[in-house]
């Protein structure tokens, strides 16, 4: 169906007959909405072509963008993907089903559009009930980026979801707010040294206890870099994860970075800017007389909590009457290494070290 032929899309508490029904939709070649414990995910059958077309033209995904495919079972991870490194064998056995994607080689019958002409594919075997139970129920392996328009913020929710794609798919299965509410750990161990190509929902410290030697990748490029045939670092790109109003992130200690957020926002609002502020519970005090819209994630002490409440406190600011974004970063410890990365990428790259 053309994108200039709307769909209706219904929103349906995940039961076991709605994902049935979303798995008849899944082997018809449709589009269905499904949660994970990570991010909502936007489905298709993983092995057939033009099912894959329909998720670049939904999202508006660039097809140079590879696609992570989601599997229930050791057969179905067997059917994708050509051999099994020892470290993914080892990997696999701690974090599956998690939020952990193998980049491995893939087999040459998986349509070269899931992973953008790539040999490799992304894998992994998500860690809620109905994603797995969907998969199993279509008995296909389902590719699915996050269900977002390219570029903006991954949803968290089912609305999350209606609210970037109502019309270009059929079926949202909704099975509340995600647990974890950043996207799976990548990790490339096609090649000889095994990489982190994106910081997500399992720790480098968690990885580092299987493999020790476990590096992360520090490269982002700019969309205009971006622009060829393959990208030399698919999901590297910085302009992702992005609010439509500007955020401007600050580093540096506590104290250092409450001082910082508090004179930019007193300058910003004496030039009748209205300023929204992204921060810690932690912080309040420090800025309490700022009386402007502000979405407080959590505690710096539970950076899961702050993980699971970051994509939503993005899209509040972003429907709030405001003209700037001030936000701060987590301590790069457990999750607040895939926090960083995502506020990073929501200020392009642009970061205030405060002293
Ligand atoms: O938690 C998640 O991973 C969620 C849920 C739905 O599973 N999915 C997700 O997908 O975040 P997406 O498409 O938003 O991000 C997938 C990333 C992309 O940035 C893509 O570039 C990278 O994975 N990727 C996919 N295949 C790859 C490959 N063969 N080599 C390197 N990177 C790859
Ligand atoms: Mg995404």
Redesign the pocket.
């Known amino acids: 169906m053309a994108l200039s032929d709307p769909q209706i899309t219904r929103v349906v508490a995940a039961t076991p007959a709605t994902i049935a029904e979303a798995a008849a939709l899944i082997r018809a070649g449709e589009l269905v909405a499904f949660p994970?414990e990570?991010?909502?995910?936007l489905g298709a059958n993983a092995l057939d072509s033009a099912a894959l077309a329909r998720i670049f033209a939904a999202k508006g995904r660039p097809t140079t963008?590879?696609?992570?495919v989601?599997v229930a079972d050791a057969a179905q991870l067997d059917a994708i993907v050509t051999h099994m490194p020892p470290l993914a064998e080892r990997l696999i056995a701690a974090f599956w089903p998690g939020?952990l994607?193998l980049?491995l080689t893939r087999r040459s019958h998986v349509p070269a559009s899931v992973?953008a002409g790539?040999p490799?594919?992304?894998v992994?075997m998500?860690a809620h009930p109905v994603a797995l139970a969907l998969i199993r129920a279509a008995g296909l392996p389902i590719a699915?980026?996050?269900a977002n328009r390219f570029a903006h913020t991954?949803p968290t929710t089912a609305q999350h979801v209606y609210d970037d794609l109502a019309g270009r798919l059929t079926l949202i299965l909704d099975g509340g707010a995600t647990n974890i509410g950043v996207?799976?750990t990548?990790v490339?161990v096609s090649a000889a040294h095994p990489q982190v190509?994106?910081p997500?929902?399992v720790s480098l410290e968690a990885l580092r206890q299987i493999a020790p030697d476990i590096e992360i990748t520090r490269r982002y490029i700019k969309a205009v870099e971006a622009n060829g045939e393959a990208?030399p670092a698919?999901?590297m790109l910085l302009k992702h994860y992005a609010p439509r109003i500007p955020l401007h992130l600050f580093e540096g200690s506590d104290t250092a970075v409450r001082a910082m957020i508090r004179k930019t926002a007193l300058n910003l609002i004496a030039q009748e800017q209205r300023v929204g502020l992204l921060i810690a519970t932690d912080d309040v005090p420090a800025l309490a007389d700022l009386s402007v819209p502000q979405v407080q994630l959590g505690t710096l002490a539970d950076l899961e909590s702050v993980a699971r409440a970051l994509f939503a406190g993005l899209r509040d600011l972003d429907d709030q009457p405001i003209d700037v974004i001030l936000a701060r970063t987590f301590p790069p410890i457990g999750l607040g290494l895939a926090i960083n990365d995502r506020l990073l990428r929501a200020a392009e790259g642009k970061v205030t070290h405060c002293e």
């Not at 990570?38 to 995910?41: E, L, M």
């Not at 963008?65 to 992570?68: G, H, K, T």
């Open positions: 994970t990570t991010v909502y995910g963008d590879p696609l992570i989601h939020a994607t980049i992973s790539l490799t594919v992304a992994r998500p699915a980026p996050s991954s996207e799976s990548i490339d190509l994106r997500g929902g990208l698919p999901g």
